[in-house]
Structures are given as structure tokens and as C-alpha cells.
């Protein structure tokens, strides 16, 4: 099947006619208009009665005053203008039903409008990017985290809200993309503006207003909305080593979406690692938006720089200063010969005065004392630190103590005294996950999972599982 075919075929032919013609910004208007009409959250019955439809096309077309348009189609030429609003709103409404915008239903007596579902979902779409709004970073992070917490907790209940995570992730990340673009366009624009106000204005109404984000402020403040960031990574890392609830996801996929058994796993790992690489990426885009975001204050502020080096205000005093000396003799008024040893107009010029520097006083430099606490707190970090290491010889080691000369062990029979005891058992489970450093210690031991979740030295609560000791690799040991 063409691809290009399953998109147009759900639209009209001549649907963006009436937006790429001499008259789209009428039609642009008006549409936004019927937006407001057609998308009430009021609205019960999606047929609007025509007379309605045609007179909020009469409103708009009051409201943004028309007073030229062009001609459009084989019925009409250029001297045939028309006279009222009544007839703009009759080429418009016809115009838009020729076009396939607006469908007419007759019922009895009356005709009523309304709108197909892909006509109406294209004006969803463009009317969203005609309002462009601020985005929230907290929201959507918050929006992952319930989703993905309803998820794990329920899988075979409400595993479907993993893919709306992974939804709001993609969405949140096509804005993140949209914003850097946003900023390298209004860069270009405003580099390629000669007028310092139309720089300074251009930066507020489409930077300050249409780009920037709600909260971008709180990104370095405690209430960070990234500070979540960790935890959405830590609880996709546990789902992916925790086959039973991917399992479970994937039954779950199965019966919503009506998919095979590989097409529903399939799809779960899609959406697990599709939020792992956009939250793990975060940091790097966010970077380059400020980048941008550096270089575009920049711009303004030496804008703004310029415009104060000027004067404001100079043209009006040199006006007044004018008007004045019109007024007197011309025997009164000295001649000037020469601008180098004289004050232009005056001895002490039309410019203000520049403002007296003030002498920074010298100050004593005193090197600051670290308190004995804090360094003591650095210390004890660096010790607990140390404890919740990761070390291949310490797991082995657990390992051979747990054993204990045996050949299977079960995960009740584990025991954690400590710390590092608990570091040890939380990747005995994960051994593979460790990578070449513990290629030696996997070969060692084989772990097998149960269907089962178990209590282990009243710490942890994980899945049951029974590990083995491969004799052979040990005695060759």
C-alpha cells in the first residue's frame, strides 16, 4: 500500500486551497473561528444548524475587516467585489464546502454542517499550532511517573498506561526538538534584524510568550521537575530484569490491542526502551537549548546596550535646542568654526553628563576555614560511598561465605548482616548485568527464576530464584 496514499486519501483533494490562495488569510480567520464553534466542550449534537455556522463566519469576517479580496475560481473575475459582509460570508461558506472543509446534511426542513473526522482532527491540529502555548516540564515528567507507577503496580490491570508514558515521553520530546528549532529560527530572524526595537520586541513576544516553557526558571532550583528523572530510569532498568511483569505487560498488550504473543512483547520493549533513551538523553538537549538560549540573550542584551549608548531621547532635546535658537537674532547666536574646540551647541554639549565611576575601595582577602564538621561529613560520604561500591571480588566472596561448601542455594537462605551484603545480593541476581569484569564469576554459578515473590532476611522483597554452583569451574578453580 502507498504511504502516501493512506494520507491523502482521508482528506479532501482541494482541502488546502482555500489556505494557499491570495485570500488564506481570511480563510485562516474564519477557520479559527469555526474552531471555537465546532470544538465546544458544550457541544452535544456535531451538527451545527447553518445558520449559525454562517453567521460566526459573518463575525469573523466583521471582526478582522475585510476589504480586499481576490478572485477565486471560474465563476468569478476581478471587478466582481463584493459589497457587504453578507457576501463575503457567502464566497467563504461556499468556498469551504466546495473544498470539502464543511459537509452539509439536510434534515426535513433545515441543513445542518459538520465537520468529517479527518477534516476536523487536520483543524485540531492547525489550530494548535496557530495557539502555540507553554509547555510544562514538570507536568509531563509527572505525567510518565504516575503512568509508569500505575503500570509496574498493575500490570494485568493497567499495563495499557505503560504506551501512554511512552506517548507523553515522545510528545515531550518533539517539544524539547520544536523549542531548539524555535530558537535557532528567532537567532536568524533577530541577526538578520537592522532595527534594535524590532529585535528587543521580537524577542519577547515570540521568545518570552511562544517558546520558553512555564517552568524553564525552576530547572536550576531545588523543585528541578528533572529531579524525577532518576527514578523513572531506575524503575525501566527494573522492569527490563523483571521477566514475569514484562510477561504480564505483554498479556495485558495482547488483549488491548488484539497483537500476537511476539507482536505484544515486541511492543512493550519498544515503549520501555523508547523512555529509557529519551530521559537518558535529556541532559544533552537541554544543554544545547540553553546554548541557544545563551546566545539569543546575548543578542538582546547587546541590543540593548546599543539602544542606551545612543541616548534616548536626543532627537527631542536637539528639536527643542533648535526651536530656541530660531527664536533669537542672529547677532545673538556665536559663530562657530570649528566642532573640536568648541561644544557642539553648547560648551557642555546636548549629551547627558556620564556618570562619575566610583573607586573600588581595596578589601583584605581572607582564606576561608573549612569547618572540622563538614569535613568530617565529606569523610563519612566517601566511606559510605566506598561501602555501596560495586566490586566483582566482594560478590564472589559473598557468595563463597553464603555457600558455605554447598552446591544450590535458594534465595531465602541468603543472609544480610550489612551494607555491602546488601550490594552483593542485589546483583547476585543480575550477575550478566555486570558485563566483562564478571564474565568469570557468571560462568561459575547458573540462577534459576520462579514464578514467585519471596522474603529475604526481612530486607528485600524480590523474586524467588535458585542458584547453582557449576562443580566442575569450581574445582578448576
Known amino acids: 500500500m502507498d504511504p502516501i496514499s493512506v494520507l491523502f486519501n482521508k482528506l479532501p483533494d482541494d482541502i488546502f486551497l482555500p489556505l494557499s490562495g491570495q485570500n488564506r488569510h481570511i480563510y485562516e480567520v474564519v477557520l479559527l473561528e469555526l474552531a471555537d464553534l465546532f470544538f465546544d466542550e458544550d457541544l452535544i449534537d456535531p451538527f451545527i444548524p447553518k445558520d449559525l455556522v454562517r453567521s460566526t463566519i459573518e463575525n469573523a469576517v466583521v471582526r478582522y475587516g475585510v476589504r480586499r479580496w481576490a478572485a477565486e475560481g471560474d465563476d468569478e473575475n476581478e471587478n466582481d467585489i463584493p459589497l457587504s459582509s453578507a457576501d463575503y460570508t457567502n464566497r467563504i461558506y461556499r468556498r469551504l464546502v466546495q473544498t470539502g472543509w464543511l459537509e452539509?446534511?439536510?434534515?426535513?426542513?433545515?441543513?445542518?454542517?459538520?465537520?468529517?473526522?479527518?477534516?476536523?482532527?487536520?483543524?485540531?491540529?492547525?489550530?494548535?499550532?496557530?495557539?502555540?502555548?507553554?509547555?510544562?516540564?514538570?507536568?509531563?515528567?509527572?505525567?510518565?511517573?504516575?503512568?509508569?507507577?500505575?503500570?509496574?503496580?498493575?500490570?494485568?490491570?493497567?499495563?495499557?498506561?505503560?504506551?501512554?508514558a511512552a506517548q507523553t515521553a515522545a510528545d515531550f520530546s518533539a517539544h524539547l526538538t520544536d523549542m531548539l528549532l524555535g530558537l535557532r529560527e528567532l537567532k536568524i530572524t533577530l541577526s538578520g534584524s537592522s532595527s534594535p526595537q524590532e529585535v528587543v520586541r521580537g524577542f519577547f513576544d515570540r521568545f518570552v510568550e511562544h517558546i520558553l516553557v512555564s517552568d524553564y526558571k525552576t530547572l536550576k532550583t531545588k523543585n528541578n521537575p528533572f529531579r524525577f528523572r532518576r527514578k523513572i530510569l531506575a524503575m525501566m532498568r527494573d522492569l527490563q530484569f523483571d521477566p514475569l511483569k514484562v510477561d504480564q505487560l505483554s498479556e495485558h498488550y495482547q488483549m488491548q490491542y488484539e497483537l500476537s504473543a511476539d507482536e505484544a512483547d515486541a511492543l512493550v520493549q519498544q515503549h520501555i526502551n523508547r523512555i529509557i533513551r529519551i530521559f537518558e538523553s535529556v541532559d544533552q538537549r537541554l544543554a544545547a537549548i540553553d546554548d541557544f538560549r545563551y546566545q539569543l540573550e546575548k543578542r538582546v542584551a547587546d541590543t540593548v546596550r546599543y539602544m542606551d549608548k545612543t541616548?534616548?531621547?536626543?532627537?527631542?532635546?536637539?528639536?527643542?535646542?533648535?526651536?530656541?535658537?530660531?527664536?533669537?537674532?542672529?547677532?545673538?547666536?556665536?559663530?562657530?568654526?570649528?566642532?573640536?574646540?568648541?561644544?557642539?551647541?553648547?560648551?557642555?554639549?546636548?549629551?547627558?553628563?556620564?556618570?562619575?565611576?566610583?573607586?573600588?575601595?581595596?578589601?583584605?582577602?581572607?582564606?576561608?576555614?573549612?569547618?572540622?564538621?563538614?569535613?568530617?561529613?565529606?569523610?563519612?560520604?566517601?566511606?559510605w560511598k566506598e561501602r555501596r561500591e560495586v566490586k566483582v571480588d566482594r560478590i564472589e566472596a559473598y557468595l563463597e561465605e553464603q555457600f558455605a561448601g554447598r552446591s544450590e542455594l535458594n534465595?531465602?537462605?541468603?543472609?544480610?548482616?550489612?551494607?555491602?551484603?546488601?550490594?552483593?545480593?542485589?546483583?547476585?541476581?543480575?550477575?550478566?548485568?555486570?558485563?566483562?569484569?564478571?564474565?568469570?564469576?557468571?560462568?561459575?554459578?547458573?540462577?534459576?527464576?520462579?514464578?514467585?515473590?519471596?522474603?529475604?532476611?526481612?530486607?528485600?522483597e524480590c523474586r524467588g530464584f535458585v542458584i547453582h554452583r557449576n562443580t566442575g569451574t569450581h574445582n578448576a578453580r
Open 104 to 164: 452539509e446534511e439536510q434534515r426535513i426542513y433545515r441543513t445542518y454542517v459538520l465537520l468529517s473526522p479527518a477534516n476536523s482532527y487536520l483543524l485540531r491540529s492547525l489550530t494548535s499550532i496557530a495557539r502555540l502555548e507553554k509547555r510544562s516540564y514538570g507536568g509531563a515528567v509527572l505525567n510518565v511517573l504516575s503512568s509508569l507507577e500505575s503500570a509496574i503496580a498493575d500490570p494485568e490491570g493497567r499495563g495499557i498506561t505503560l504506551a501512554e
Open 311 to 383: 541616548t534616548p531621547g536626543m532627537a527631542a532635546r536637539l528639536s527643542r535646542v533648535i526651536a530656541e535658537l530660531a527664536k533669537k537674532e542672529n547677532a545673538e547666536i556665536p559663530v562657530l568654526s570649528t566642532l573640536d574646540e568648541v561644544g557642539f551647541l553648547s560648551p557642555s554639549s546636548v549629551r547627558s553628563p556620564i556618570r562619575r565611576r566610583i573607586e573600588t575601595k581595596p578589601r583584605i582577602i581572607t582564606q576561608a576555614e573549612i569547618d572540622p564538621k563538614v569535613l568530617e561529613l565529606r569523610q563519612l560520604f566517601k566511606e
Open 411 to 460: 534465595a531465602t537462605e541468603f543472609r544480610i548482616d550489612s551494607i555491602e551484603d546488601y550490594i552483593c545480593f542485589s546483583y547476585v541476581r543480575h550477575l550478566n548485568s555486570l558485563g566483562k569484569k564478571a564474565r568469570k564469576t557468571t560462568e561459575r554459578y547458573q540462577i534459576k527464576f520462579e514464578d514467585r515473590y519471596v522474603n529475604v532476611a526481612d530486607m528485600v
